[in-house]
């Protein structure tokens, strides 16, 4: 089956340290991946996207992802953590069906960033 | 980015009563929209894809005639959840799809049936 797991419910890291938020998938062809942010009552922000190309990608606030085929990562990174991070954080994957597609959720990641 | 809004925000109805929730895009069309439930604490759970012009796809275990869904123009898409009772509070969020790939979410809408 095709999936998206976030191993880590919740990740603690102190203002100034660099944070990796988690994500593994398992998809059959070609994955594209997907971070979103979620703050508190609100909807999902888009943070980055790997579709093809560059093995790292840059997104909003300073985040960055690396796509991992070999061991079918996709975690999220950030080098210098913010308060203002403290979050929860989607990964995503995108799967095919007949002649569509959609996108799937991760369990979601609770970052907390401590001043 | 693009912007997706949602009306209402937030909704309190009697049980029996019937909710309408609108998702537009506001800056792109948009061929499909989605709709997710996200009950505290929880993940995103998609159920439906709302595509224009055509019947909406649910997901396994979704029922489609308690959740209509309508997507009548390539701005809009409509979600109707039809004899609320308190198990349907719950925050239903929609997203678009612009181009192939990316889904740009709406701000949600917190449903409580009482």
């Known amino acids: 089956a095709q999936s998206v797991a976030q191993p880590e419910d919740q990740v603690n890291v102190a203002e100034g340290n660099p944070l990796t938020v988690k994500c593994t998938y398992s998809?059959?062809?070609?994955?594209?991946l997907f971070w979103y942010v979620q703050y508190p009552n609100r909807g999902l922000q888009f943070l980055l996207k790997?579709?093809?190309?560059?093995?790292l990608v840059k997104g909003s606030y300073g985040f960055e992802a690396e796509f991992n085929k070999s061991q079918t990562s996709f975690h999220l990174k950030k080098p210098s953590a913010l308060v203002s991070d403290s979050a929860l954080y989607f990964c995503?994957?995108?799967?095919?069906?007949?002649?569509?597609?959609?996108?799937?959720f991760g369990s979601g990641t609770r970052l907390s960033i401590r001043p | 980015g693009a912007v997706v809004s949602q009306h209402p925000s937030r909704v309190i109805c009697k049980s029996g009563t019937s909710v309408k929730i609108e998702c537009r895009s506001l800056?792109?069309?948009?061929?499909?929209m989605f709709w997710y439930r996200q009950f505290p604490k929880q993940s995103l759970m998609l159920m439906a894809t709302?595509?224009?012009?055509?019947?909406?796809?649910?997901e396994q275990g979704v029922e489609k005639d308690k959740f209509l869904i309508n997507h009548a123009s390539l701005t809009l898409s409509t979600l109707t959840v039809t004899s609320a009772h308190p198990e349907d509070s719950s925050f239903y969020i929609c997203?678009?799809?612009?181009?192939?790939?990316?889904?740009?979410f709406g701000p949600g809408t917190r449903l409580l049936v009482l």
């Open positions: 997203s678009a799809r612009q181009g192939i790939e990316t889904q740009y």
């Open positions: 998809v059959s062809g070609n994955p594209y």
């Open positions: 790997y579709i093809t190309g560059d093995n």
């Open positions: 995503a994957v995108r799967v095919a069906y007949s002649s569509a597609s959609k996108i799937i």
């Open positions: 800056d792109f069309q948009a061929t499909t």
């Open positions: 709302s595509n224009e012009g055509s019947k909406a796809t649910y």
